[in-house]
Nanobody, 122 residues
Framework: VQLQASGGGLVQAGGSLRLSCVVS????????MAWYRQAPGKQRELVAT???????DYANSVKDRFTISRENRKKTVSLQMDSLKPEDTAVYYC?????????????????WGQGTLVTVSS
């Protein structure tokens, strides 16, 4: 199972970016999906989560500016980022709780993408 994130780049403050992440490989099911970020010199933090049924939750710092969405059939999760601020500069990672079927056993684990850099200039 692999997660491939894309869409990062350089944007001016107040601008927008859309991150996308696709899950590849033989998954039996994909449960919660999420975006995290890690700014230079800081710990990784949770940005937004979305359940399989579409329930969402956001960090206070991005609420009302970012929107997480997913397409279960395409195995994708996206993060629409509007009104970007310099403090949003970070490497953004997508993650997913996935189930895989091996033989007759289901295994559940967290899978991570490689990260995509978002830089917001002032």
């Amino acid at each position: 199972v692999q997660l491939q994130a894309s869409g990062g780049g350089l944007v001016q403050a107040g601008g927008s970016l859309r991150l996308s992440c696709v899950v590849s490989g033989g998954t039996y099911d994909i449960l919660d999906m999420a975006w995290y970020r890690q700014a230079p010199g800081k710990q990784r933090e949770l940005v937004a989560t979305i359940t399989r049924s579409g329930g969402t939750d956001y960090a206070n710092s991005v609420k009302d500016r970012f929107t997480i969405s997913r397409e279960n059939r395409k195995k994708t999760v996206s993060l629409q980022m509007d009104s970007l601020k310099p403090e949003d500069t970070a490497v953004y990672y997508c993650s997913a709780v996935v189930k895989v079927l091996t033989g007759d056993q289901l295994h559940e684990f967290d899978a991570w993408g490689q990260g995509t850099l978002v830089t917001v200039s002032s």
